[in-house]
């Protein structure tokens, strides 16, 4: 088979797989008293199935002495890696406050009140910060994404500068202003 051709079959598959996991991502988020969670949406399940296949695959074409044993061993630790990702990691909010619950087990919070920007990394995350506390990093990939964006859309206050455009040194103007 000729690399053009697997290119054709590739390429639809994947597209395939790309629309079926955006057409089962929920847009709510999920909820428990008064607290909405974002859980892990589809491309966090394709990827943790696929790592497990290439984990297992690699593991054995290793064992076969195919392939160096490395290898293998990093495909294994960037699927455990993802699953941990998966299972630590939280972000929530309800009426007060966002909260995220970090992959090291870190808890950042920040009250609606705090709240002066919203930026998007390279990686695709969004973030929001206030003036002086540490960024809340949030996928949109995951499940209730729009859900949050909504609440962040309401408690952003719109005189602030985007969050690409502002030197660090207004941060430090800020929290001494702020003594």
Not at 68 to 75: E, G, N, S, T, V
Not at 119 to 146: A, K, M, Q, T
Request: hydrophobic content about 50%; glycine content about 8%; aromatic content about 12%.
């Amino acid at each position: 088979m000729s690399t053009l051709s697997q290119i054709a079959l590739f390429v639809p598959a994947f597209m395939m797989m790309v629309a079926l996991c955006t057409c089962f991502q929920r847009r709510r988020a999920q909820h428990s008293g008064d607290w909405s969670y974002l859980t892990p949406g589809p491309f966090s399940w394709l990827g943790m199935v696929c790592g497990v296949v290439v984990s297992a695959v690699g593991t054995l074409v290793a064992a076969a002495g195919k392939v160096p044993a490395p290898i293998a061993a990093l495909f294994v630790l960037v699927t455990l890696v993802l699953a941990l990702h998966i299972i630590i990691e939280r972000v929530r909010w309800n009426g007060e406050r966002v909260e995220r619950r970090t992959m090291f087990l870190q808890e950042r919070r920040l009250s609606w009140n705090e709240l002066s920007y919203l930026g998007v990394e390279l990686s695709g995350y969004y973030w929001i910060s206030g003036f002086g506390g540490p960024r809340i990093r949030f996928s949109p990939y995951d499940n209730g994404f729009d859900q949050l964006m909504a609440k962040v859309a309401r408690h952003l206050p719109d005189d602030a500068p985007p969050a690409e455009t502002v030197p660090k040194l207004e941060f430090a103007i800020a929290r001494i202003k702020a003594r």
